[in-house]
């Protein structure tokens, strides 16, 4: 089957009670979206933007900040 490669990150993760929408502040500081370390709501953006951040990181070798 080959080599299978994962990707996971529970840093300072919670169980939503409202879903996708929250106002929580959670995630790994380094890889968290703006919005989320202003403790402004949490949504699909904010992963959007982790990923992004280690899709950098991955390419390049380090993050962009």
Do not use: C, H, R
């Amino acid at each position: 089957m080959g080599n299978k490669w994962k990707l996971s990150d529970f840093g300072f993760s919670v169980k939503s009670k409202f879903g996708f929408k929250d106002k929580m502040n959670v995630g790994t500081p380094l890889y968290m979206a703006p919005e989320s370390l202003k403790k402004s709501y949490y949504s699909y953006k904010s992963d959007l933007f982790s990923i992004g951040i280690v899709m950098y990181e991955m390419l390049v070798g380090q993050t962009p900040y």
